[in-house]
């Protein structure tokens, strides 16, 4: 089951999620908000960080 009655993760605004076309946001600017948030590492998954050494030769084997 759906809940009809949701927050935006942005502003907090609640919105109808059947009828939302940005959901979870309630707008094109509170999805670009979260993007650029995600961009600049505001938001971050918990985890090992990934080699970024092209000459790594663990990087080289994952391509191969």
């Not at 094109?28 to 000459?55: F, M, N, Q, Y």
């Amino acid at each position: 089951m759906v809940p009809k009655g949701v927050k935006c993760p942005t502003c907090r605004r609640e919105i109808d999620w059947s009828s939302s076309p940005y959901r979870p946001f309630c707008s094109e600017r509170c999805k670009l908000i979260d993007l650029g948030a995600w961009l600049t590492e505001k938001h971050t998954i918990p985890g090992d960080s990934v080699p970024t050494d092209p000459d790594d030769e663990t990087h080289r084997e994952r391509g191969k």
